[in-house]
């Protein structure tokens, strides 16, 4: 199985991390400037020997520390000199710009040596940091497919925590899996790649996680990535991405799941890219719910924080949670609860960034007037309940994600 190993020497202490979680930490003498031969895989003063039995991959030798933000980034890509500092090369070469980007500020010339293992000449591989240290392969005589996941690539329809989801992944840990140094701690810095129909439970992670997988970044190409949950019991999962989150297929939150994107990561989001939440609400005629939509307008320009009016239907009738239907707005005072529901559009208003206590700002929007993200609305139900204010419906908000500042509060 692959792992990740990394030593960061610092102020007389090197630091041993693999799949970047520190394992252990030692104070150390600096070696001394020396002209013998630099062994991976291998220690000896003259002869070779205790040979590392499996395969070696993206070899870097760096004359400055890395923090460990810049270790982790880093950790499931390769990299290339982007005009004197050093790249991300999967970002690169999918066009992507993280405004997160903790090695943006390295300089290539940072690198001792580099060996990624593309570039070879009979037993030789290219040192890539432009330094001229070849590197000399010993006891290989073989030229294998890359295996490493850089990063991890989805493989077909299946469960996140089956190695047959991910291309090589009888080879590969799962991504945002426990640590291998300590299980009560997750890999939260794995990019992911996804095109295939994914059922992602996260019951086997760390309790502390609290049932929330984080990932550095998601390209979801195609198809669905699935949170597992339940709307009776009330219960699911959480999914965090830190750095950007690229959205073509679709991400379905089930039950309580929930999506979370942290302090300046990025979205971006197709022309067909949704992600579907299911919320309850209360059934009864005569009470009020008040929503703020998770989601805007697929057709909307804006890349994030989209305006939309009920119409565009992006709140959704979720009789059937599988699949939901465009609720019908009706005149009247009462809803309806057929198929599909019909909610009354009398009592959908708005208090959009109002004075507190001015309740005759309210407006009165309907199911045609404008709703800014981050702006809620009001409504009433669908049935009559005789006044059992526990009997719950359930509606699915489906759209594109928000994200960023949402300056319309």
């Avoid at 020997?49 to 390769?78: C, K, P, S």
């Avoid at 980007?101 to 593309?118: D, F, K, Q, R």
């Avoid at 799941?257 to 209360?282: A, C, N, P, R």
């Amino acid at each position: 199985t692959w792992h990740h190993l990394a030593v960061i020497y610092q102020s007389g202490t090197a630091y041993l991390y693999i799949d970047g979680v520190l394992d252990k930490q030692e104070n150390k003498t600096a070696p001394n400037n020396t002209t013998e031969s630099f062994y991976i895989g291998a220690a000896a003063k003259n002869i070779p020997q205790a040979f590392f039995h499996g395969n070696i991959d993206e070899v870097r030798v760096w004359n400055t520390a890395l923090d460990i933000d810049q270790l982790r980034y880093i950790m499931n890509q390769e990299i290339e000199n982007n005009a004197g500092f050093v790249g991300a090369s999967y970002f690169i070469g999918k066009g992507i710009s993280p405004t997160k980007n903790e090695v943006a500020s390295i300089p290539w010339s940072s690198l001792a040596g580099y060996y990624p293992m593309t570039t070879y000449t009979y037993t030789n591989t290219k040192d890539e940091s432009g330094n001229g240290h070849q590197g000399a392969l010993r006891h290989l005589r073989t030229v294998d497919r890359q295996t490493a996941p850089l990063p991890y690539i989805s493989n077909g329809t299946g469960n996140w925590d089956t190695n047959a989801t991910w291309i090589n992944g009888d080879l590969q840990t799962i991504p945002g899996a426990n640590s291998i140094v300590d299980n009560t701690v997750t890999v939260d810095w794995n990019i992911v790649e996804t095109d295939h129909n994914i059922l992602m439970n996260n019951s086997s992670l760390a309790a502390g996680t609290n049932g929330n997988r984080t990932l550095l970044a998601l390209i979801n190409r195609d198809n669905e990535i699935t949170i597992d949950g339940d709307n009776t019991a009330q219960d699911g999962f959480g999914l965090t991405i830190t750095h950007y989150l690229q959205l073509d297929g679709k991400i379905d939150l089930e039950g309580e799941s929930q999506l979370i994107q942290t302090y300046d990561s990025d979205l971006s989001v197709g022309t067909s890219g949704i992600l579907e939440k299911d919320q309850q609400g209360v059934r009864d005629l005569f009470t009020y719910n008040y929503w703020s939509s998770p989601v805007g307008y697929t057709a909307t320009a804006n890349p994030n924080n989209y305006s939309y009016t009920l119409n565009n239907h992006i709140f959704k009738d979720g009789t059937n949670s599988l699949s939901p239907t465009n609720i019908s707005f009706i005149g009247g005072y009462n809803g309806t609860s057929g198929s599909p529901i019909g909610i009354a559009h009398y009592w959908i208003w708005k208090f959009g960034n109002m004075p507190s206590g001015d309740y005759s700002a309210w407006q009165h929007v309907r199911n045609t007037g404008t709703i800014k993200a981050g702006e809620g609305f009001t409504m009433k139900g669908v049935a009559n309940t005789a006044g059992n204010l526990t009997l719950e419906q359930n509606y699915v908000f489906q759209g594109k994600p928000n994200n960023g500042d949402i300056l319309t509060l």
